[in-house]
């Protein structure tokens, strides 16, 4: 048999006459060509279903099947269908040549056979079968890269769409913080000298009271119209509730700006749990609780952590998208549930922050919502990816976060889920590689 490598081309003879088989295929081996023999329609079938030839020679006239019906079924399997089959026939007939065509085949033979036309016909549809397998490569090919361009087009558009939203919310919490720090740093300023001020009257009044027990009666009517003793506990009480409050709002644009910082070209040393904490502030009023939701609980295991090496803004990214994915999924499952399920469900998130090792740490945020069901679990990272309603997700979140934490951070980002709820692990290298460092 001819070394199959240096052949011209891989043929299946299917011929029950021993030796117009034997005569053709002798022929055929002399042009150079790896010819295979069977003698009946089933076999033939089976032996394409082993190694598939380049072309087959295929008898019309056989025992069991014939050739029409061997042809039928060997197009009927898409794994062979494209393989060219040529008729071998002893008649002329031109209704036999409509039916072969119909069956698949793409041409005919005649006995007694011409051989040089015969090696013609089959060279001609050898070379059609190859370039037709070329061009569905090249179209393969050419798909695969035009998908992997669209992909690499929609994650830049992505990342450009996102980049902007950060960038914008950064200008404009800068700008409210700037124009709400100025009023609030006077407010808080005064009210230290405001604090000294009305303790000076109160222990001046007090004095007054100590060593003037007896007022005239004008004066004893002032004191009660203005309810001095109310007055002189409860003042002191409302400086520090106003303290208080300044020091509210300015923790509130403190952790808009850590939360916002969108400078994500300098990579710095950050605490990790300022900037969930920041992301909890932002998420406060999604959690607290609503007339006709539950307060969602917010359990917080810090444990003891390095500074690390990251871009805070996009790292806090990722805790939003996550926590927010959560508060959504908590509420999804509140409102599928009866009345008397919603009294006894608490709607939580777990927050652990650990480190396993020195060079490594890790932060768990868990809920206890409906789960990410197994069957899509595998996709929730993918671009454009979402569960949600139209309108209400975009399907980006996720995939920026993995983006933000595997190749931006060097990190892994995981996820476990089940009835109980779902769980997604962030771990981060606590230094970076001198590369991004100097980037």
Known sequence: MTDRTDSNGRLLVVDDTPVSAEVLSEVLR???????????????IEIVKQDPPELILLDVIMP????????????????????????ITGSDDTDSRVQGLEAGAVDYITKPFEYTEAISRIEVHLRLYRLNRTLEHQVEERTAQLRETVEELQTMQMKLIQGEKMSALGQLVAGVAHEINNPVNFIQGNLVHAENYVNDLLTLIALYQKHTPNVNEELEEAIESADLEFLQEDLPKLLK???VGTDR?????????????????????????DGLDSTLMILSNRTKAKPDRSEVQIVKIYG?????????????????????NATDALEEKYDSMSAMAREEFQPTIWIETVSPDDDHIEITIAD?????????????????????????GTGIGMSISREIVVDQHHGKLDCQSSSMGAKFIITLPVSQPQLDRDA
Do not use: W
Not at 64 to 84: S, Y
């Open 30 to 44: 002399k042009a150079n060509y790896d010819v295979r023999t069977a003698r009946d329609g089933l076999s033939a």
């Open 368 to 392: 206890n919502g409906p789960g990410i069901p197994a069957k899509i679990r595998h996709q929730i990272f993918d671009s454009f990816f979402t569960t949600k309603p139209k309108g209400k």
């Open 304 to 324: 003891t952590l390095p500074l690390i090496e990251c871009y805070p803004g996009p790292i806090n990214q990722v805790f939003m998208n996550i926590l927010a």
């Open 64 to 87: 069991g099947i014939d050739g029409f019906e061997t042809c039928r079924r060997l197009k009927a399997n898409p794994d062979h269908a494209e393989i060219p089959i040529i008729f």
């Open 249 to 273: 709002i300015r923790n509130i644009v403190k952790s808009l700006r850590n939360f916002s910082r969108t400078d994500d070209s300098k990579i710095e040393k950050t605490d990790i749990h």
């Open 241 to 243: 509730s106003m303290r």
